[in-house]
């Protein structure tokens, strides 16, 4: 681990935004393994196979509305406080699956769920800004995407189990956030951002930044769209092949989440001498790996193999979108950027199905996951001629 990891494990104010991140994870995929039995349960609703699978994304169109908003609030009405209701209404939507009776309801705390979600993420981005600077928030940012991985991995592992005792009991799971509601009330400060805190040395941000915070956030859409196959499909696939959809789907996206934690720890090492343009081409390359090997639809070790190999790119790219933007903020407008981020992850999370599903209906899940892998080999190409155009303008100059 590197020395500014080290550094940050040991600062109470890192360890609740981490905390908070990992929380993020849990507004949609915790409920995968869960998707199949939900099906079952409401199989008299008219379309109920796609209103479950609007069980994972519908948190996404919440945020998409709701960022504006959090934007707004959080540099408006302070991060903590913003960061504090946020955990507060993401208990209160995320457990209420458990006991709510109709899908249609059920669809509607989801909603909700998004709403505390935009108000989270948007809060926590901004904290990451106001607290840290230079190599310190680069490693944060990699941290970020290990925490929500590892949450990953614990959440969605815990409602794997759930969900082979009851397609309800993963909703329970939201209620862990009562340890991160805690842990940021005690230790997440309020930001003095008038003063010369340490953040105000690049707080003036970047003259074109609202238009490159779109671009950059803008490739985080497509990004995620692509990604968020593996939660909305991934059940549905494994039953395809006669297996324990519960199960595998737990399996395969805890190993993903693994392998991206894992990854993500060491972001801060290889980027601090790697150019973004170069980690992305890295990133997008394994991205595709991936899914031209659940592309094969061979073994099941093979289509973990290949959830693996997802993680890894993934873990990758993420931390980049963040750090990118922040450098390009002014401190008084982080909140608006961070709100722009996370409408952006997850706009694409939410036009994932509405893409992939027609795509799978028409060529398979082998067909479909070969034409992501496509898209992401060019990404990873356009990345990687970026990479070189810039080493050989450094060379030259």
């Not at 929380?23 to 079952?40: C, D, H, R």
């Not at 909703?171 to 862990?176: E, N, P, R, T």
């Not at 309020?190 to 609202?210: I, K, M, V």
């Not at 996951?369 to 070189?388: D, I, K, N, Q, S």
């Amino acid at each position: 681990m590197t020395t500014e990891n080290t550094g940050l494990w040991r600062q109470p104010k890192a360890i609740a935004l981490l905390m908070a991140a990992s929380l993020t994870v849990m507004a949609n995929a915790t409920i995968s393994p869960a998707l199949a039995g939900l099906q079952q349960e409401f199989a008299a609703v008219p379309d109920a196979g796609f209103l479950v699978r609007l069980l994972v994304t519908a948190p996404s169109l919440g945020v998409m509305l709701a960022a504006p908003l959090a934007g707004w609030l959080t540099d408006r009405a302070g991060r903590r406080r913003v960061l504090l209701a946020g955990i507060w209404l993401f208990i209160l939507c995320g457990t209420a699956g458990f006991y709510l009776p109709d899908l249609h309801l059920m669809l509607a705390s989801r909603f909700g769920l998004g709403l505390a979600v935009a108000l989270i993420m948007t809060a926590q981005t901004a904290l990451i800004g106001d607290y840290f600077t230079g190599t310190r928030r680069q490693a944060l940012t990699g941290l970020q995407i290990s925490a929500r991985n590892f949450g990953g991995l614990v959440f969605i592992g815990l409602a794997g189990l759930a969900a082979t005792l009851s397609p309800r009991l993963p909703f329970l799971i939201y209620g862990l956030a009562a340890v991160g509601l805690y842990t940021v009330w005690r230790f997440a400060a309020e930001p003095d951002r008038t003063g010369a805190g340490q953040a105000q040395a690049e707080g003036a941000g970047h003259p074109a930044w609202l238009a490159l915070v779109i671009a950059v956030s803008a490739l985080q859409m497509l990004t995620n769209g692509l990604f968020f196959m593996m939660p909305t499909q991934l059940p549905f696939f494994f039953a395809s092949q006669g297996l324990n959809s519960a199960l595998m789907t737990g399996a395969g996206l805890g190993l993903l989440s693994l392998c991206g934690g894992l990854t993500a720890l060491a972001y801060a090492r290889f980027k601090g001498s790697l150019p973004h343009a170069a980690v992305f081409a890295a990133g997008y390359s394994a991205l595709a790996l991936g899914f031209a090997v659940l592309a094969q639809e061979g073994s099941p070790a093979l289509s973990l193999s290949g959830a693996m190999a997802v993680g890894i790119g993934y873990a990758t790219v993420s931390p980049g979108f963040v750090a990118i933007a922040l450098a390009l903020a002014p401190a008084g407008r982080r909140g608006t950027a961070g709100a722009i981020l996370t409408a952006s992850v997850f706009c694409g999370q939410f036009l994932s199905p509405f893409a992939s599903t027609p795509a799978i209906a028409h060529w398979g899940y082998g067909g479909a996951f070969g034409a992501a892998a496509a898209v992401l080999a060019l990404m990873a190409a356009a990345a990687l001629a970026a990479a070189l155009q810039t080493a050989r303008r450094r060379a030259a100059a």
